[in-house]
């Protein structure tokens, strides 16, 4: 399955977002996709045989538990697909990044102008 395949899948992202944070049991991501998707743990277990076989994630079995563990690899395959098209919105961030950090400086300054209540009463 190709990696765009697998991230089509919106419960299949989630669960790709929630293993980002950390290894994760397997229960806690069937409580969390059942409460945001309203989806049963066989249809999240069925996702995260998706995820390991398309190597997106890996599993170890400490006792009766399986913990899932988020595998970046796949997604250097996107990154790198995605690198010719940035050209598209680099350009739009870092615009936005110069307008934010001139906001803030004008508010420091202007902070820094207004006198405060007890400088008024002297």
């Known amino acids: 399955m190709h990696a765009f395949d697998v991230l089509g899948d919106p419960a299949r992202r989630r669960i790709l977002e929630l293993l980002a944070c950390g290894e994760m049991p397997a229960g806690d991501v069937v409580r969390v996709l059942g409460e945001e998707f ?41 990154d790198e697909w995605l690198d010719p098209f940035r050209r598209f919105w680099v350009p739009r961030l870092d615009a936005l990044a110069t307008e934010i950090a001139r906001g803030k400086k004008t508010r420091r300054d202007g902070d820094a102008q207004v006198p405060t209540e007890d400088e008024e009463q002297s």
């Open 38 to 78: 309203g989806i049963s743990q066989p249809a999240v277990s069925q996702h995260l045989k998706v995820l390991r076989e398309s190597g997106f994630a890996g599993v170890r079995a400490v006792g009766t538990r399986r913990l899932y563990s988020l595998d970046p690899t796949p997604l250097r395959g996107v």
